[in-house]
């Protein structure tokens, strides 16, 4: 017992090593990540049909569904659409039609809300009609629906992300 | 009450009068003996004296009688009456300790089913109240909080509607729980079926 030192255990030290690579690894990807996405708020804008059916049938991808009573649902899409004072961001629908959220500015409180109105293109594509105007707290989810499609009705979940 | 139910049948006799000879004397050496067979006797003594009552009025009945097929057909019907008096006497003679004990036992399974049926009818009319939901392509079946008004904030949605409006289309705002009804979800439904 004597005769033998104790070496230092290396484990840790590999440990540590690997942490430290790890750890300049998420921050050279972080601005990567940050680049690909617009700065600013967002609006999150999911594409949900309801449609009446026999068999109750939600899609993974549509997560919880709206409080309206169809008993399946789908997603068509998910898009994340900049908010940009002056420049509405806009997607086109399943039936066609376009829908837009123009960004109207963030509230003074602490934290702020973020004030987005709402309108959808007329049947004739000669303009938009609007729809309402939200002021939502970042994250919270709010729906636009009862556009008729495929025997069911588009339903848009909303929410802003900061 | 320290009877035995022996003693409590011959004491139910002796207050219907169907005790006699030896029967009758052991009654009324019970009842000079123990005061817990007098009050029982006391307690069904007026079904006793309403059973001999009906006993007394079907003998003067057949005393009275002077044509033997009227007599016979009359007896044989106060007969069955008079038995059918009796039957009803010793049954609630019999449920009359029963009826005491269990009245309170009925009454609060009335009133425990009186309250869960209230209990039933309130969750299911406050499960109605919380989910209203469309049904079909229409609009959803839920209170409209606001059609081109604003909405008032603070609503615990965390979404405030500011305005209503679409030229040729009927724009209604609910608030409806959402799927796991733990919070409320904003919902401005546009019916186009109304342009």
């Known amino acids: 017992m004597r005769g033998l030192p104790r070496r230092p255990p290396a484990a840790p030290a590999k440990l540590v090593l690997a942490s430290v690579l790890a750890a300049c690894a998420l921050l050279a990807g972080a601005p990567a990540t940050a680049d690909a996405?617009?700065?600013?708020?967002?609006?999150?804008?999911?594409?949900?049909?309801?449609?009446?059916?026999?068999?109750?049938?939600?899609?993974?991808?549509?997560?919880?569904?709206?409080?309206?009573?169809y008993p399946c649902w789908k997603m068509s899409e998910r898009k994340l659409l900049p908010l940009v004072q002056g420049t509405p961001g806009t997607m086109v629908l399943p039936n066609g039609r376009t829908?837009?959220?123009?960004?109207?500015?963030?509230?003074?409180?602490?934290?702020?809300?973020?004030?987005?109105?709402?309108?959808?293109?007329?049947?004739?594509?000669?303009?938009?009609?609007?729809?309402?105007?939200?002021?939502?707290?970042?994250?919270?989810?709010?729906?636009?629906?009862?556009?008729?499609?495929?025997?069911?009705?588009?339903?848009?979940?909303?929410?802003?992300?900061? | 009450m320290s009877l035995s139910s022996d003693n409590m049948m011959k004491l139910m006799a002796y207050a219907d009068g169907e005790l006699d000879g030896a029967d009758l004397e052991e009654a009324h050496k019970l009842l000079a003996t123990d005061p817990?067979?007098?009050?029982?006797?006391?307690?069904?003594?007026?079904?006793?004296?309403?059973?001999?009552?009906?006993?007394?009025?079907?003998?003067?009945?057949?005393?009275?009688?002077?044509?033997?097929?009227?007599?016979?057909?009359?007896?044989?019907?106060?007969?069955?009456?008079?038995?059918?008096?009796?039957?009803?006497?010793?049954?609630?003679?019999?449920?009359?300790?029963?009826?005491?004990?269990?009245?309170?036992?009925?009454?609060?399974?009335?009133?425990?089913?009186?309250?869960?049926?209230?209990?039933?009818?309130?969750?299911?009319?406050?499960?109605?109240?919380?989910?209203?939901?469309?049904?079909g392509p229409s609009a959803p079946a839920a209170q409209t909080v606001a059609v081109a008004t604003p909405a008032p904030s603070g609503n615990g949605t965390g979404v405030e509607v500011n305005t209503v409006s679409s030229p040729g289309n009927s724009v209604s705002v609910f608030y409806l729980p959402s799927a796991n009804e733990l919070s409320t979800s904003v919902v401005v439904w546009v019916d186009e079926g109304e342009k």
């Open chain 1, 37 to 69: 996405q617009p700065a600013g708020p967002k609006a999150e804008v999911t594409v949900l049909l309801g449609t009446p059916c026999a068999v109750k049938k939600v899609d993974p991808e549509v997560g919880e569904p709206p409080p309206i009573n």
């Open chain 1, 99 to 162: 829908f837009q959220v123009a960004y109207n500015g963030p509230t003074p409180d602490k934290p702020p809300r973020f004030k987005v109105s709402t309108s959808i293109s007329k049947p004739d594509a000669t303009g938009f009609n609007p729809l309402a105007d939200f002021t939502a707290e970042p994250g919270k989810k709010f729906h636009v629906g009862g556009f008729v499609h495929q025997g069911g009705s588009l339903v848009l979940a909303i929410r802003i992300l900061p």
């Open chain 2, 36 to 135: 817990d067979s007098v009050r029982f006797v006391e307690q069904i003594g007026g079904l006793g004296q309403m059973v001999s009552l009906g006993y007394e009025a079907s003998t003067a009945k057949t005393v009275a009688a002077f044509d033997v097929t009227d007599a016979v057909m009359a007896l044989a019907k106060e007969d069955k009456q008079d038995k059918l008096e009796r039957k009803a006497a010793v049954v609630s003679s019999l449920g009359a300790a029963r009826e005491k004990r269990n009245s309170l036992k009925i009454g609060a399974g009335i009133a425990a089913a009186l309250a869960l049926a209230a209990s039933v009818f309130v969750f299911a009319q406050h499960r109605t109240e919380e989910t209203p939901m469309a049904k």
